[in-house]
């Protein structure tokens, strides 16, 4: 297993030597109370983001109460990476009414 930016992976940088750009995500960890899923699409050209909400107390062998998923352009990978939070919490949450 290798790391990148501290999430262990089974993929290491050499399986993707046909792509242009051997940089890897690999992203499977709780973020905010949601589980986080990231890694590249097989298009090379966007990483798809799932995520999940399960209910406090929940079992997580029942699927989740809420699910989304997402396809974020490559481009974008250094802001996943960097402001994975605020990308979670931005999706997830619903949008505050900002109404006076």
Do not use: T
């Not at 046909?18 to 995500?25: A, P, W």
Request: glycine share 8%.
């Amino acid at each position: 297993m290798v790391s990148i930016d501290g999430v262990w992976s089974d993929s290491r940088p050499g399986d993707y030597e046909g792509r242009k750009d051997c940089s890897v995500i690999n992203i499977d960890k709780w973020v905010a109370g949601y589980k986080v899923r990231a890694f590249d699409w097989v298009d090379g050209e966007n990483i798809y983001l799932h995520i999940e909400y399960y209910r406090p107390g929940a079992s997580l062998s029942k699927p989740p109460a809420v699910e989304k998923s997402f396809l974020i352009p490559r481009e974008e990978e250094v802001k996943v990476r960097n402001f994975l939070h605020s990308i979670v919490i931005g999706l997830m949450e619903p949008r505050s009414s900002m109404a006076d």
